[in-house]
Every structure is written in C-alpha cells, then in structure tokens.
C-alpha cells in the first residue's frame, strides 16, 4: 500500500509540475512589463506547492503564528531546515518570498525554469564568488519590495538539533536595514527524511515569529543577532514538537 500510494504522489506532483509550467508562464508573460519583482509569478509558482500537498494523503500541513499585514513589506525570512517538505509547507503562508535555492535545482529541466520566472535566486555554496552575487540578487529582490526567504543552517540536520546558523542572512538583513522574520518548522523531518524521497506520513506545522528589527545594527552585532535568532527559532521549535507530540498521543506529554 505504502509503494502505491507514494506511486500516486509522484504521480501528481509530476502532472501538477508539468501544468503549473503553463500556468506560471502565463503569468509571467502577463504581468513581467509591470513586475519588476516577479511578485506574480512567484505566488503562482508557491500555489503549485501547496496543490501538491492537498493532493497528498500522507501530509497534513499547517501554519500558524503572527500575521504579516503587509505582503510588500520586504523582510529577510529565515527557519530551520527539517527536509525537502519544509519547501511545501512554508509555501502555504500567504506572501511571496523570494527562495535562496542550490543551484543544481535551477539546471533541473521544467522546475529550474519555473524557480527563474518566479525570481528565485541560485547559490553555490562551494564559490564565495557565487554566494556573494547570490547576496547582491537578495538585495535586488529586497529593493522591489518583495521578501527572501534562507535557511541559514545552509543544509538540512540529519538529527533532531539545529546547526549553527551561518552569516549570510544576518549581513543581508543588517546591510539593508531589513527586518528578520524567524519561522520555526516542526514535524516534516517525518515526511520525507534526508537522503529518502520516499513520502511518509507526516503532520507538520510552521510558525511565524514576531520581527527582529535591525534598525541601527552594523557589522559588529552580527553574531548577537544571528544566535539571538536562532534562540528564538529554537525555542518555538520545542514548544511546536510538543504540541505535535499532545496531538500525536491524545493529550499524553
């Protein structure tokens, strides 16, 4: 049953792949004189994401935490990175950001071409030069008003800890004056692990946490707000396990 049904949701997530090309490049075509930000094209490339997941019987994703009142406030967003899952459920807030992505994804036929309609900005993790042109592209999305989105844990944890947040999207975020938003992610570490594309059930949540504000900031704070940070996803992390952990059991700690 298991090898069916992940038979049938690689099924759908190639056919919702294959008819979200036509749809993202109609949007694109359409609203690209006008969008400089490829605000657009980038919610329609998200919408896949999210009609990939209610179409899969294993996932049941949610979000929940502070609104943001307005989708054209630029903000640097950062998480922690569970799996390839986190992708799909973070895509179900409702504001376009801009995803700082490996670039072996971009060279990937169909979904490569969808993530440069939607703006999304490649990174090689291995090329300073690479990663400084990748900062310079945020700084250009964050200029026309439109948010990125970065783990800075750089890749996913094959355990349940978090790894030490990098500096990248602190700089971003203190160079531009740009506020942070943390999202806490729990539970997709179960729907699909590390090193696995095999889907599994898995009910997971994300969190939006209030703003960090880096109004005044230099160079010098840096590391104080990268772990500030990562205290903050941390910690909301812990209490999201938990409330995942009360619903698994029926109400048992």
Known sequence: MQRLVNAWVWTETVLVVLIGLLYVSIVWLCTAPFDPGRYAAGRAFRHLAVAATW???????????????????????????????????????????????????????????????????????????????????????????????????????????????????????????????????????????????????ANAICAVLEPIATTGLTTADLPELRDRTRAVIAEARRELQRQLKIERTGGAV
């Open 55 to 201: 179409l899969n019987p294993y996932w049941h994703f949610r979000t929940s935490g502070v609104p943001i009142r307005d989708p054209r406030r630029p903000y640097v967003v950062v998480a922690n990175h569970e799996s390839y899952a986190d992708i799909f459920l973070v895509s179900r807030l409702k504001w376009e950001m801009k995803w700082l992505a490996k670039d072996t994804i971009f060279r990937i036929p169909i979904m490569g071409w969808m993530m440069r309609m939607a703006g999304d900005v490649p990174i090689n993790r291995r090329s300073r030069g690479s990663a400084q042109q990748a900062l310079e592209a945020c700084r250009d999305r964050l200029s026309k008003r439109v948010s990125v989105m970065i783990f800075p844990e750089g890749t996913r944890s094959r355990t349940d800890d978090l790894l030490p947040f990098k500096d990248g999207a602190f700089q971003l975020a203190i160079t531009t004056g740009t506020p942070i938003i943390p999202i806490a992610i729990a539970g997709t570490r179960d729907a699909m692990a590390k090193g696995s594309f095999s889907f599994r059930r």
